[in-house]
Structures are given as structure tokens and as C-alpha cells.
């Protein structure tokens, strides 16, 4: 069965492009060297002993891809893979050669680590941090370059901006994208620290968290909570509802020029 794109429709087929513009044969793995520069996320100990297996029983399918560094290879993708057949026994691997430079190599391993099924919330919002900053991307710009839609990308390079604690627990696995997206909509670390608190002692819902955090917010219940609800399902951000004698007002917050191209682009606003 085909591996499905955890996070956009796009990166299966630009992953096989770039292979088949390589040349494949075996590497032994005294020839290879991993690279420096390349995105580092962590990898499992488990995860590598179940490939390593895996690995053991089959060989290894999916071959690494390589450049020619100087007299050795360097790894530019797969390293995971080039560890675990390590850990296997394997005295050599399959690999793609390719001739590309620091720039293509580099978009190449962070196009593979999003493929990762493993990759935390704040892993994805690095690497496409990374594509913004060092290739010049706009947002939309990467989502059309990996097949997601743009509000997807803006809504995980926000979470750079909470505090580094909240981002270890979001990595941990003990806040979800939800609760985050949620928690920076508050100005305070402050109340940052007591409403995550609450979730983790409490096991608050995103929704949940949402109606406390209004109420904390407002001093009072919204006229009309569902609407508010779906609508910050819908966009992504804090919204309020005032209503008065037959008259209100819907405000919607945004946080950059990014986010409010972002916003408009949901509700179809030009």
C-alpha cells in the first residue's frame, strides 16, 4: 500500500521527481556521511529498532539519497533509514546519487522530514519556517510548492511564536496543535501558563479551552456561542460577537499581513 502524504498531496510526487533525476547504485556505509547543516529532528530509539527489523527481515526498500562529498557521500535524505540499517548489519545500501547544491539538497531533506508520520506540530512549523526564510517562499507560495492550502502553513508557523515551554509540551505530545493555536490568542505568558495548567491537570478540550478563555475575556457569556465557536474553527483565530438592542459586531483578530491574506483567503475576500 502507498504511503499517504500526512500533510499535503504534493510531496510524493516531487520526492519521486527528484529521484528519478538521480543515479542509483549500492553505497557501502563506510562511505557515507551525514551533513551538518541539514534540519536535525529527533528520532525515536523504538521507531529505529522497529525499522532496523524491518530492515533485517526485508532489506531496505526505499533507498537514501547521496551526493559526492569530496571522496565519501553525503547523506541529503534518509538518514533515519541509513541508521537503522546500520543498527541491521548492513555492510552496504541502496542509494539515489544526485548532483544538486546546498540549496536543492537542503529542500529536498526538508521536503522528505515532512513526509515524517512522526513529525510534531512545532517540527513541521520549523521546516516550513525554513522554506520561508532561507528560499524566500511566501506562505502561499509553499503551499502550492507542497499541496496544502495557505492557511495550513500560517496557522503552523504562529506556533513559533508561543513561549519554549509551551512548544516542548506541544513537541511531548501533551498539547495538542488546537490547544496552541488557541493559547496564542492570550497576551500574557502569564495566562498562558495558567489555562495550560488547567489542560494538562484537567484534560480541557480545544472547545472548552476556547469558552474559558472567552469568559476569562469578556466577563460574559457570547450571545451567540456556536457562531463564535465555528467561526474560530473556521478561521484560525480569536473571534467576538457583541449584540445590542438588533445591533453587533463580529470582530475578527489577526497577528501579521500573513495572517489577514490568510483570513480573507477563507472567506474569500480579494
Not at 519521486?16 to 549500492?26: H, L, P
Not at 556521511?33 to 529532528?41: E, G, I, L, Y
Request: glycine share 6%.
Amino acid at each position: 500500500m502507498l504511503k499517504k502524504d500526512p500533510l499535503g498531496k504534493g510531496l510524493s510526487a516531487i520526492l519521486k521527481d527528484m529521484e528519478e533525476r538521480g543515479v542509483t547504485r549500492v553505497v557501502s556505509v563506510k562511505e557515507i556521511v551525514t551533513c551538518k547543516t541539514q534540519p536535525r529532528f529527533n528520532i525515536k530509539d523504538e521507531s529505529l529498532v522497529e525499522l532496523s527489523s524491518s530492515i533485517r527481515e526485508k532489506g531496505l526498500l526505499q533507498p537514501v539519497i547521496l551526493r559526492k562529498k569530496n571522496s565519501k557521500y553525503e547523506i541529503i535524505a534518509g538518514e533515519r533509514r541509513y541508521r537503522a540499517s546500520i543498527m541491521a548489519g548492513l555492510n552496504e545500501v541502496p542509494a539515489i546519487i544526485k548532483d544538486v547544491d546546498d540549496r536543492e539538497a537542503l529542500e529536498i531533506a526538508l521536503i522528505e522530514n515532512l513526509q515524517r508520520v512522526d513529525l510534531n506540530a512545532v517540527e513541521v512549523a520549523v521546516v516550513y519556517e525554513r522554506f520561508i526564510e532561507e528560499f524566500g517562499y511566501t506562505h502561499e507560495e509553499l503551499a502550492k510548492r507542497i499541496g496544502i492550502n495557505r492557511s495550513s502553513v500560517s496557522n503552523f508557523i504562529r506556533l513559533l511564536k508561543l513561549p519554549e515551554w509551551i512548544k516542548k509540551l506541544i513537541a511531548e505530545g501533551r498539547l495538542s496543535q488546537g490547544h496552541a493555536r488557541v493559547l496564542i490568542t492570550l497576551e500574557s505568558e502569564n495566562e498562558q501558563k495558567r489555562f495550560v495548567e488547567k489542560v494538562l491537570k484537567e484534560g480541557v478540550s480545544v472547545r472548552e479551552l476556547e469558552r474559558e478563555i472567552k469568559k476569562k475575556s469578556t466577563g460574559r457569556s457570547s450571545p451567540f456561542p456556536y457562531v463564535e465557536e465555528s467561526l474560530r474553527e473556521k478561521l484560525g483565530t480569536k473571534v467576538d460577537i457583541t449584540y445590542r438592542k438588533n445591533k453587533g459586531k463580529i470582530i475578527i483578530e489577526f497577528y501579521s499581513r500573513e495572517d489577514l491574506e490568510r483570513i480573507t483567503e477563507v472567506i474569500s475576500i480579494s
